[in-house]
């Protein structure tokens, strides 16, 4: 099925190159840790590979308010009715390593089951990580109990995919917006109503819609009341689980413009969760993609879309039809092979081997890394390579 | 793909009166009876389809593109639905045909991929099985002549080791997997007509490249028409020939999917290309959007139904407020519904619509 050529890069040959050098030509090599921000990875006990650490540490440069450090969340596998034995563990989220600034947003793509959105709830802590550290404004939140984690909340907001089970039928949208509020405590009585008021409105819905439910609403509607509750307590992080999948186009257009607009205006930090890579472009500022629970690639916007070098990434943005008949055509296209393997049972060394065209003997025995190999540019392939694809 | 010489059918609406296509649909309408009201599901859908051709139906949620699909297949038959118009598959009207007569066309000359494969197929039942009733039931064979029709067929949707595999539960089955059954069993009958109600919408992008593929291969195969109906205007353009674009149970503009994506006529189909993010232009701050929300289709608005959301309908004159347009043929194969003058959609389409795109 796969008709495309798709041979290794020229300058590697048939050697296998340690790491992504082979691939640099003038990129100087990721400046080991001298930042002042890198405490955080030099006081674990364990020693992090060299490259993961400079890594880390080019991430957490700028003013970092959330930084996820060797995040992991494995879900127990048990077996037997009485007494549950653990037989294995699905490997959602496996070791992540990322920072997001104040005021950017983060775009996280990748297919299903890739652990976009299981990341997106151990860092909300909707689920609680197996290992690594979450660390948010400065302070660690990782294994934080309900009960301290609870101030905390409404710093942290959440966006969730589907507008029809995110809001509770029985309640009015005065209701749901408010709950937030009532939690917090800050507001009663006329403040609150007026404060639910202006989010209304904030959100581009009418305040006299303050007392229908959200069945009187179409989809696009009903996702700004998801995005009114979620901004209610004025957080700072607000982590959007594909919001904009379950509308229709003309209306995403005006949800994803209505995001936009909210964060220039209220300074927000976003991490957009999404598997349509032209949204993400659309959004984001920086982009990861992931792949089986470890990121594959992260970039800024314009290397990721304009100068890929992860396979996968390659892969996916190949995939994505493009609205030109003529231009679709005649675009090289990247067909692979089969479906994404399990996180039960992730291939050994590097998980996209075995659907990987580029695929060699080193693919299947080391890991590769997560390296810098341009600025702020870092890729975790053996045989990294640019590619011209939309 | 390559250039298929235009049917000669397709040239305007009065020759298409004439002409029979091999699939000719004439002023369908759906109607679901409601305690709130009737519901025009499709309110006077025409067009017709060749064999080896696939027309892409685009339209949002509620624009009555699945409505008519259903129709098309028979199987909107409540007790509170009404289908009026015509149907003509193959010179035979399945809208007057007896249900019995339908039951026995359904699966054999015409078939249909659904969208979700895990709730389209049954949990209790094996793959294989599944795919052998449906072919037992218009082939007199033994079930081991089926059973090897349905192994060449998962073999041939590139189910990998299908004769273990035809074995196989549907839960066993990944997403992309259980698609390439479900078109195997649509196949199971070489049907000439081939409906998908967006098929790839479940699917992640790798694996929807592979379906849309794998589509494109059987139709050469096979010949048949396709119905694709899908709001990824990228699809579209991948795999369809012609365009039909739906707004409220209704055609608003209809055309080969070159003249769709190059010279659109509708505002509607402007509004959909200039509000999608496409990775192939330079990114703007803002998307278009489409002001406002698409329209209960029990209270359709007077005239044109989309004037309440059309930036341009103060061009378009009053007869945009009551008169509801009729499809006119603006180039061969061409057709929109619009109240605008022909002029001015060109004029605001090169000056107005197509520089943001």
Not at chain 1, 50 to 72: C, F, I, P, W, Y
Not at chain 1, 247 to 270: H, K, M, P, W
Request: with cysteine.
């Amino acid at each position: 099925m796969n008709s495309h050529d798709s041979t290794g890069p020229a300058s590697t040959g048939g050697a296998a190159p340690v790491g992504a050098d082979a691939f640099l030509k003038g990129a100087a090599p990721p400046a080991p840790s001298t930042s002042p921000a890198a405490p955080v990875v030099m006081d674990k006990p364990d020693p992090v590979p060299m490259e993961k650490l400079a890594a880390v540490t080019t991430a957490a440069s700028g003013d970092a308010l959330l930084r996820v450090t060797d995040l992991q969340v494995h879900f127990p596998v048990t077996q037997g009715a009485l007494v549950a034995r653990k037989i294995g563990a699905v490997r959602a989220v496996d070791g992540l390593n990322f920072a997001i600034r104040r005021g950017e947003t983060l775009g996280l793509v990748g297919e299903s089951g890739s652990g976009k959105s299981t990341t997106g709830r151990a860092i909300a802590r909707l689920l609680e990580p197996t290992g690594g550290k979450v660390e948010f404004d400065g302070r660690d939140i990782t294994h934080l109990s309900a009960r301290t984690m609870r101030p905390l909340r409404r710093d942290i907001q959440m966006i969730f995919q589907d507008p029809y089970t995110s809001l509770n039928p029985r309640h009015t949208v005065g209701s749901i917006v408010s709950a937030p509020l009532k939690i917090v405590g800050d507001l009663s009585g006329d403040a609150l109503k007026a404060r639910v008021r202006d989010l209304l409105e904030l959100v581009g819905l009418s305040p006299e819609h303050l007392n229908r439910y959200p069945h009187e609403f179409s989809g696009g509607q009903r996702q700004r009341i998801g995005i009114a509750r979620a901004l209610a307590t004025h957080p700072k992080l607000v982590i959007a689980d594909e919001p904009v999948s379950a509308l229709d186009v003309s209306v995403r257009a005006q949800v994803v413009n209505l995001l936009g607009d909210l964060q220039s205006e209220l300074g927000l930090t976003y991490m957009f969760i999404a598997h349509d890579l032209s949204v993400v472009r659309h959004i984001s500022d920086r982009v990861a993609v992931m792949y089986l629970g470890t990121i594959v690639e992260m970039a800024d916007r314009a290397g990721m879309y304009e100068h890929p070098l992860h396979p996968y990434t390659h892969a996916l943005l190949s995939a994505v039809p493009v609205p030109d008949p003529a231009k679709q055509h005649r675009r090289e296209r990247i067909l692979l092979r089969g479906d994404p393997p399990t996180p039960l049972n992730p291939p050994a060394a590097c998980r996209f081997n075995p659907r990987c065209w580029k695929a060699e003997e080193v693919c299947r025995t080391v890991e590769p890394p997560l390296v810098e190999i341009q600025p702020g540019h870092q890729v975790a392939c053996h045989f990294p390579e640019e590619r011209e694809l939309v | 793909m390559t250039a298929r010489p235009e049917p000669s059918a397709a040239a305007g609406t009065a020759a298409a009166l004439v002409d029979r296509h091999y699939l000719d649909v004439r002023d369908l309408r759906v109607t679901f009876g409601t305690d709130d009201g009737d519901v025009r599901a499709v309110n006077g859908l025409s067009f017709g389809l060749e064999r080896g051709r696939t027309l892409g139906i685009v339209g949002e949620s509620g624009s009555g593109k699945s409505a008519a699909s259903l129709a098309l297949m028979g199987l909107q038959r409540g007790r509170r639905t009404t289908v009026a118009g015509e149907i003509w598959l193959d010179g035979e009207n399945l809208v007057t045909a007896s249900p019995e007569r339908v039951r026995s066309l359904r699966g054999r000359q015409m078939a249909m991929i659904f969208q979700d494969p895990l709730s389209a197929m049954h949990p209790y039942f094996k793959i294989g099985d599944q795919i052998i009733e449906a072919y037992r039931v218009h082939h007199d064979v033994s079930k081991k002549v089926a059973k090897k029709r349905a192994i060449e067929l998962l073999d041939r949707v590139g189910i990998p080791s299908a004769a273990r595999r035809v074995d196989s539960y549907p839960h066993e089955f990944s997403g992309g997997m259980r698609q390439r059954a479900m078109i195997a069993m649509a196949l199971s009958c070489d049907p000439s007509l081939l409906i998908a109600d967006e098929p790839t919408t479940a699917l992640d992008v790798t694996v929807q490249a592979q379906i849309l593929d794998l589509l494109n291969d059987l139709q050469k195969e096979f010949n048949s028409a396709i119905i694709i109906i899908t709001h990824d205007l990228g699809v579209v353009a991948e795999i369809a020939d012609e365009v039909l674009v739906m707004y409220a149970g209704n055609a608003v503009e209809h055309g080969p999917v070159q003249e769709i994506f190059s010279a659109p006529q509708h505002p509607y189909t402007w509004g959909l290309l200039s509000s999608i993010t496409r990775l192939d232009r330079t990114r703007s701050d803002r998307l278009r959007a489409v002001p406002g929300n698409p329209p209960s289709l029990i209270a359709v608005p007077d005239g044109c139904p989309f004037h309440p959301r059309c930036q341009y309908a103060n061009l378009a004159g009053p007869a945009t407020r009551t008169e509801r347009p009729t499809l006119e043929t603006v180039a061969p194969g061409h057709r929109v519904a619009c109240h605008l003058p022909v002029e001015a959609r060109v004029r605001i389409f090169r000056e107005e619509v197509a520089p943001s795109l």
